[in-house]
């Protein structure tokens, strides 16, 4: 399969607790971008890298949310201190930038319940 | 600003029926990109179509057919002879620079 994974698939926590979730891009695209998304609402952007570098943040994500792209093939988004508004589907999506623009493929998201 | 309005909460058709779902947006923007993706029941968007701000031309793929319409800002999609398997949420976005916005989407139930 060479499309976006995305691992774990559902979490669970207690709010409080910290949580990662992975994302692995399809492998030739440069682009990596994060989204939240809750019932009923389209996905909501949070941020973005190309190749390691994060070159833009959403004012959503606060400081309880880090982004990591180290090598700039996979990434991670931590979430330190959880509240039960944090309870949606983070959306992973990779694109290959090609002139100015790119299209993005999705992962199937992983669900964050937070107790 | 940036929105994308779809404002077609639910719709449902009786199977073969065609439908056609709603996309306005808004933007200063002379350069800009639109989208659609489907989300089926399992979740994972999937990418239907791109256009640029440039190319106007409508385009058809099998029984999916899009309109773009600068003057009215709009970017709208048609199922024709719609089927069950077509049954899903459907979101238009709209893309500024770097950054993607979506609308909150249309569900469609297709009705064997």
């Known amino acids: 399969d060479t499309g976006v994974s995305q691992d774990p698939r559902h979490k669970i926590t207690k709010r409080g607790q910290n949580v990662t979730f992975r994302c692995d891009p399809i492998?030739?695209?440069?682009?990596l971008y994060w989204y939240r998304q809750t019932l009923g609402q389209g996905p909501e952007f949070l941020t973005y890298?190309?190749?390691?570098?994060?070159?833009?943040k959403s004012r959503l994500l606060s400081d309880r949310f880090s982004a990591e792209r180290p090598k700039g093939s996979f990434s991670t988004l931590e979430i330190q201190r959880t509240e039960q508004g944090d309870s949606a589907m983070y959306l992973c999506?990779?694109?290959?930038?090609?002139?100015?623009?790119?299209?993005?493929?999705f992962g199937p998201g992983t669900r964050l319940t937070v107790l | 600003a940036q929105k994308v309005t779809q404002a077609q909460t639910e719709i449902s058709v009786v199977e073969k029926e065609d439908v056609t779902l709603d996309c306005v947006y808004e933007?200063?923007?002379?350069?800009?990109?639109l989208f659609w993706y489907k989300q089926p029941p399992s979740g994972e968007l999937v990418f239907l179509i791109r256009r640029n701000s440039f190319d106007e031309q409508n385009e058809i793929s099998g029984r999916y057919s899009w309109n773009f319409q600068k003057s009215t800002s709009s970017f709208n999609f048609t199922i024709t002879a719609s089927q069950v398997v077509d049954s899903a949420v459907y979101f238009c976005?709209?893309?500024?620079?770097?950054?993607?916005?979506f609308g909150t989407g249309t569900s469609l139930t297709v009705i064997p």
């Open positions: 492998s030739e695209h440069n682009r």
């Open positions: 999506a990779s694109s290959l930038l090609v002139g100015t623009t790119d299209t993005q493929y």
């Open positions: 933007t200063r923007d002379t350069t800009y990109y």
């Open positions: 976005a709209l893309k500024i620079g770097n950054q993607f916005y």
């Open positions: 890298f190309q190749n390691e570098a994060q070159l833009e």
